[in-house]
Every structure is written in C-alpha cells, then in structure tokens.
T-cell receptor, first 112, second 114 residues
Framework: KQEVTQIPAALSVPEGENLVLNCSFTDSAIYNLQWFRQDPGKGLTSLLLIQSSQREQTSGRLNASLDKSSGRSTLYIAASQPGDSATYLCAVKPSGTYKYIFGTGTRLKVLA | DVKVTQSSRYLVKRTGEKVFLECVQDMDHENMFWYRQDPGLGLRLIYFSYDVKMKEKGDIPEGYSVSREKKERFSLILESASTNQTSMYLC?????????????FGPGTRLTVL
C-alpha cells in the first residue's frame, strides 16, 4: 500500500533563506508526483507536476526533483519570502490506479 | 487556465438535512474527484468519476452519494447530514491524457453541521 510522508510537519525560516521540503513514498511504481500549495482555509494550488520519467521540474524560484528508486521528492524554494508562507503538500499517483495519495503537508512560515 | 469552482465557500446546515455541494470545471476534464480534508488526517477521497454517469467509491464513501449528469459538473450529496461530516470539502479535476493527470482544485467548501 502506497504511503506518502512529509517531514517536517512545520518549518520556520528567515526571509531570504533557500529551503528544501521533503516528500517520501513507499512504492516506486508511480505515474506522477505533484506538489501543491495551500493557504489557510483555501483550496490547493498546483505548483509542479513531475512525470515518472522526469527527474525535475522548475517554475520560477521553485524546483522539484524526483528519485523514484529511493522513493523521494524534494521541493526547493530559492530566496524565500514571507508570501511563501503556506502549507505545502505532495501527492503521488500510483501506476494503474485513478487515486492520488497525499502527504499531510509541511507548514512553512517565512519570517520577515 | 483551468478553473474549478465550488458552489459555496461556507455552508452551515442542521443535522439530518440533505446537503448538496456542487463543483464545476471549465476545461472538459474527464475525471473529477471529491475529497474531505480534516486536521491530522489529510485529504481523503470520497468519490471519483471518470465519465458522465460513471462513479467509483473512494476511501470514505459512507454517508455520501454523488451525481454526474454533465461532464463539467460533479455534485456531492450528504443524504442526512451529521456532525461528523463537518469538514472542508475539496473538488478536483484532471484530464488523463492531455493534462497528464495534473490535478486542479476548487477553492473548497467549509461545511459546518450543527
């Protein structure tokens, strides 16, 4: 059974710092992995989608990597800003299923 | 850009009421999902639909039903609302081919059952 873990559950960093958020999954048979941002009381906003054949994706200050063999993905945020404060979730789509398995998220606070 | 809209941002209902939550997407996506999100439990799949009039139970379908009469609209129905259904409800849609199964979410509906 696929399980997705995000550690740490919460993180506080000073503005300007580069940071890495982690996502681990137990089964490497995945179709894709997606990173989301969620602001309090709001829906999820898609940040990056990595297909199983890809190693990384970039969008602006964000870079997501995927290592299927080790069951890990990282989301790198460069030069963090207070506006980056939110909860970040990753979700895995296992191969051969319509379901997506979500981690419980990392709550990020960037201090001005 | 894909847009997924939900009928209400906040909803307060009484125990035993029938509740309808509606979700509409404007990008001709085939797949639509209903999740609920609770602190400490993350997102849990309630129901999934892969085509008009087609549905599959997710992980927690008890107490819920769904309707998909048109491709763009997916409704979640609470037949008799109970206090343990107080939660944030999130709708999502994907296109399995053109969209590479990227999920797009609506803004969520915060439902409180009194």
């Amino acid at each position: 059974k696929q399980e997705v873990t995000q550690i740490p559950a919460a993180l506080s960093v000073p503005e300007g710092e580069n940071l890495v958020l982690n996502c681990s999954f137990t089964d490497s048979a995945i179709y894709n992995l997606q990173w989301f941002r969620q602001d309090p009381g709001k829906g999820l906003t898609s940040l990056l989608l990595i297909q199983s054949s890809q190693r990384e994706q970039t969008s602006g200050r964000l870079n997501a990597s995927l290592d299927k063999s080790s069951g890990r993905s990282t989301l790198y945020i460069a030069a963090s800003q207070p506006g980056d404060s939110a909860t970040y979730l990753c979700a895995v789509k296992p191969s051969g299923t319509y379901k997506y398995i979500f981690g419980t998220g990392t709550r990020l606070k960037v201090l001005a | 850009d894909v847009k997924v809209t939900q009928s209400s941002r906040y909803l307060v209902k009484r125990t035993g009421e029938k509740v309808f939550l509606e979700c509409v997407q404007d990008m001709d996506h085939e797949n639509m999902f209903w999740y609920r999100q609770d602190p400490g439990l993350g997102l849990r799949l309630i129901y999934f639909s892969y085509d008009v009039k087609m549905k599959e139970k997710g992980d927690i379908p008890e107490g819920y039903s769904v309707s998909r009469e048109k491709k763009e609209r997916f409704s979640l129905i609470l037949e008799s609302a109970s206090t343990n259904q107080t939660s944030m409800y999130l709708c999502a849609s994907t296109h399995p081919v053109a969209g590479h199964n990227e999920q797009f979410f609506g803004p969520g509906t915060r439902l409180t059952v009194l």
